[in-house]
């Protein structure tokens, strides 16, 4: 498999750093790895040109994965729709006046496929966020057929959230490779910790008897400045990749 779609139940669940660190670990595996983002909204201009800057998802992999952007970040191959208000990628196209021919993305993906062995695409927000007016995100995943990888946590709603997930997912036919838990919730101030540990525990006991397949894995907890900070290890069960 050489593209694998990270999703999650909602935004700001941790997509972007399971996404990095997942890049970071096949990386240090020696896997010839990218990572791409289907369409990024919230982009700033740089004002000496004008034009719109690099998806910042984009810049976080990179940080993440401890390499210099990229030629192909530089030419926004790994993100060419980049739009300025932070909504769902239809509204803020609409809003840019633009128009987001789902090709592009997909002869972005072939172009990085060319140079790397494995790209990982993170989407925007949840699965059916609309890409555009007619298309959401699971109608554009199920044309490419691409495997998922779902972003999950701790906090109350999760356990909804992740089975609606799982339930359009398999409505469609696709793979659920893996489920990635975020304990970016676990702690008291976020949720009830008891809350969290029975809500990873139902969703890992869920997989087990529904999704055999489906690998459990769980995203450890980044410190802010991910420059600065040994980033903590990430365990990939054997045969991931
Ligand atoms: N494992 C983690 N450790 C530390 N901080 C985290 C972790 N996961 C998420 N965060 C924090 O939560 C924020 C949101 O996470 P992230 O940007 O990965 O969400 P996302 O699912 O990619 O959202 P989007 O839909 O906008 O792409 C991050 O900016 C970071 O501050
Ligand atoms: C701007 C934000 N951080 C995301 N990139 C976009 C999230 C779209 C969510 C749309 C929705 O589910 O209502
Ligand atoms: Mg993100």
Known sequence: MSVLFISGIDTDIGKTYATGMLAKTLMQQGINIITQKLVQTGVGVDLASGEMNIADDIVTHR????????????????????YKKPASPHLAVRLADDVLDPDVITQATRQL????????????G???????????????????????????????GSINHTLLSLEAIKARGLTLHSVIYNPIHDNAAQTDTEIATS?????????????????WLTLPYIKQDKQRHALPYFYLPNGFI
């Open 113 to 124: 496929q060319v140079n790397y062995d494995v790209v990982l695409l993170e989407g925007a």
């Open 126 to 156: 949840g699965l059916l966020v609309p890409i555009t007016e007619q298309l959401l995100t699971l109608d554009y995943i199920a044309t490419q057929g691409y495997p998922v990888v779902l972003v999950t946590s701790g906090r109350l």
């Open 63 to 82: 940080q993440l994965m401890g390499v210099p952007l990229q030629p192909c970040d530089l030419a926004h191959t790994t993100c060419p729709y980049r």
């Open 199 to 215: 809500t990873m525990a139902f969703l890992q006991h869920h997989l087990q008897q529904y999704y055999p397949a489906t690998y």
